[in-house]
Every structure is written in structure tokens, then in C-alpha cells.
């Protein structure tokens, strides 16, 4: 198995430019999640997603959307991008009820 | 979930234990306490979880005190590899809108020779 596969790993970005990122699982999990993290900080929640169809809001949502037309993938997209939208951005996935989540490697961020 | 409390750094020399706390005096009966560490900017990994008896696997220990209040992590023989920072959260089993997964600030632990 992958696990979780984010897509793509470093991008630049100029202001005002919009992108998407992408991310994958293929264990079947209910419960997808973004998370952006600052340098030096911890991981904040933007957006989860309790299975196809579904989706909500996290912690810092504002100047993101996402779709969830599967169970497989749940692309974050940025409009608009901004300096402050500068960070690493985590996907993660996991069932509704069980141990553990599982990480991708991360998508390195920068806005100029 | 409920507020963890955790210092913000440690150090322990290589091949001793390293003993992480984490503050957790809101804990509700029906939430767990999950450990997971993150290692030089990779995405998060999970360490071990419990309730309130204490738990070991090929990781860790973990170990809940009988009020719940507190927990601490042991890495019985740390190395190098484990310099990461280490997440406590407090969460039920089984997650839903109003508890999903966050993430304090963790500790940063440095394993040094």
C-alpha cells in the first residue's frame, strides 16, 4: 500500500495565483483531513472530511476549499494565494474509529 | 478534544530513557490520550495510545496515572532517530465533527551522543 500521497512536494507560487493540491489514500479511510503547519509551529486544522460528499470546516479555513467526490482523494485548493498561505501543508487520513492516522510526506508551500 | 499541556523542550542523552509528560486535568472519561511524533518537518507518525491502564509496544510505553489527569511517554533507550517533536492529544475513540484530531505545540525532544 501508498498510504497517503500528496502531490506536489515543493511549489512557488506568486500571489494571487491559484493551485490545488492533491492528495490520495488507498486504505479505504472514512476521514480525510488538511493541515497546514508554519515554520517552528504546530499543525492546524483547515479542512476535514468524514467520507465522499461530506465536508467541514477546521480551525483555519479562510482561503481554501476542498471537494471530497471520493473516498479515495481530497484535493485542497488555494484561490487567491497569499504570503500568509506560505507553509507546509499536511493530508492525512484515518477510520472513525481506530488507532491511528496516517500522514503523507507533505507539500512545501511558498507564496511571493 | 481536551487541552493538552506539554514543555516545549527536552534533552536526553543517547541510550537513556526519555520521559515526555503531558498535562491532560480536563480529560473526559470516554477520551484516549494518543501520542505521535513528528521527525524533521515529515508528516506526523503514531507512537501508541491508551485510557487508563498502561500500554507498551515496540516504540514506546505509555503510562496514565490513576486520576488521568497526566501521562507520560517513555522511550526506553533513546537514540538519535528519535529527535523529533512529540504530540499529546486527548481525543475519543471514535471521532467525530466536534472532535476531530489537533495538535498543540508538542515537546521538541533532542537526543544528544
Known amino acids: 500500500n501508498a498510504g497517503v500521497t500528496q502531490t506536489p512536494k515543493f511549489r512557488i507560487l506568486k500571489i494571487g495565483q491559484s493551485m490545488t493540491l492533491q492528495c490520495a489514500q488507498d486504505?479505504?479511510?472514512?476521514?480525510m483531513y488538511w493541515y497546514r503547519q508554519d515554520p517552528g509551529m504546530g499543525l492546524k486544522l483547515i479542512y476535514y472530511?468524514?467520507?465522499?460528499?461530506?465536508?467541514d470546516k477546521g480551525e483555519v479555513p479562510n482561503g481554501y476549499n476542498v471537494s471530497r467526490s471520493t473516498t479515495e482523494d481530497f484535493p485542497l485548493r488555494l484561490e487567491l494565494a497569499a504570503p500568509s498561505q506560505t507553509s507546509v501543508y499536511f493530508c492525512?487520513?484515518?477510520?472513525?474509529?481506530?488507532?491511528?492516522?496516517?500522514f503523507g510526506q507533505g507539500t512545501r508551500l511558498t507564496v511571493v | 478534544d481536551a487541552k493538552t499541556t506539554q514543555p516545549p523542550s527536552m534533552d536526553c542523552a543517547e541510550g537513556r530513557a526519555a520521559n515526555l509528560p503531558c498535562n491532560h486535568s480536563?480529560?473526559?472519561?470516554?477520551?484516549?490520550v494518543y501520542w505521535y511524533r513528528q521527525i524533521h518537518s515529515q508528516g506526523p507518525q503514531y507512537i501508541i495510545h491508551?485510557?487508563?491502564n498502561n500500554e507498551t509496544n515496540e516504540m514506546a510505553s505509555l503510562i496514565i496515572t490513576e486520576d488521568r489527569k497526566s501521562s507520560t511517554l517513555i522511550l526506553p533507550h533513546a537514540t538519535l532517530r528519535d529527535t523529533a517533536v512529540y504530540y499529546c492529544?486527548?481525543?475519543?475513540?471514535?471521532?467525530?465533527?466536534?472532535?476531530?484530531?489537533?495538535f498543540g505545540g508538542g515537546t521538541r525532544l533532542m537526543v544528544k551522543p
Open positions: 491508551g485510557l487508563k
Open positions: 492529544i486527548v481525543r475519543p475513540l471514535a471521532l467525530n465533527a466536534g472532535n476531530m484530531l489537533t
Open positions: 492525512a487520513s484515518s477510520y472513525v474509529v481506530g488507532t491511528e492516522a496516517f
Open positions: 472530511s468524514v467520507g465522499a460528499g461530506i465536508t
Open positions: 480536563t480529560i473526559s472519561g470516554n477520551e484516549y
Open positions: 486504505m479505504n479511510h472514512n476521514y
